[in-house]
């Protein structure tokens, strides 16, 4: 399991409020012998609960260690979408702004969307769309402006390849 190995963490989740099933399958798909017995679970995760942002979560973090970012990228939207209705603000990040949400929290919809937020980022600097990751990154520093979530560097990252192209 070690060269699929999905999570940073010993936690296959990342919501204090995720239900106690979807956190069992998303241990198991932890625990998978094979990349297609990983996707197997978490695709059965997404299935049952889509409602729920860890069931994209675990998703898009096994298709971008996969090198699959097209797939990446739309688990990263269906992540968003379900963050945005759990914390009851828009799901579309263009329109978002400092004062829709409380974005210090350290738990909840918030975020998690956060950090899908800087995953979309990441995964179009990936997928070498640098002025579509600068723009999702911009957006994540504007939401999160002392950088708890982490996307500076990236965006420092994605600012650097557009001053080469100048």
């Known amino acids: 399991m070690a060269e699929v190995l999905l999570f940073a963490s010993e936690r296959a989740f990342f919501s204090e409020r995720t239900p106690l099933k979807l956190r069992y399958l998303l241990n198991h798909a932890l625990c998978a012998a094979t990349p297609d017995g990983v996707e197997a679970l978490l695709l059965e995760a997404r299935r049952r609960w889509p409602e729920e942002p ?22 990263v939207w269906a992540a968003l979408r379900a963050a945005a209705a759990v914390a009851g603000f828009d799901r579309n990040y263009r329109r978002l702004h400092p004062g829709s949400a409380d974005w210090s929290q350290r738990q909840g919809g918030e975020r998690l969307y ?16 640098v002025a579509m990751a ?8 504007e939401l999160d402006p002392v950088d708890e979530i982490g996307g500076g560097a990236f965006l420092q990252i994605a600012r650097s390849f557009s001053e080469d192209d100048e």
């Open 54 to 75: 860890d069931a994209h979560i675990g998703l898009y973090k096994f298709y971008f260690v996969r090198a699959r970012y097209q797939d990446a990228e739309a688990a």
């Open 114 to 129: 956060l950090f899908s937020l800087k995953a979309l980022g990441v995964i179009r600097l990936r997928r070498a769309r």
């Open 134 to 141: 600068r723009c999702v990154l911009e957006k994540l520093l």
